[in-house]
């Protein structure tokens, strides 16, 4: 009994959050869009830079098993 009182209240809870993240970050665009755009771009080349290493990684360990070298040489070393 008691947690079906408790689903609507917390569905109504979340959906305040929610809505409140929202109206916050649509303040925060209109009185500084670019400062909003350059963080949305930071996290961007972050995420670029992140995939770029590990496309890196799995191009050295491919390059390396095909020297020789075992799988474990390839952890210990990577």
Not at 21 to 31: D, E, F, H, M
Not at 36 to 58: C, Q
């Amino acid at each position: 009994m008691e947690a079906e009182m408790k689903t609507p209240v917390l569905e109504t809870f979340l959906a305040g959050v929610t809505f409140g993240i929202g109206i916050t970050v649509l303040s925060l665009y209109a009185q500084k869009p670019g400062c909003f755009v350059t963080s949305l771009e930071t996290i961007a080349e972050m995420g670029r830079a992140r995939r770029a290493k590990e496309e890196e990684k799995e191009f050295l360990r491919k390059r390396l098993k095909a020297m020789g070298f075992s799988d474990k040489e390839i952890n210990e070393n990577l």
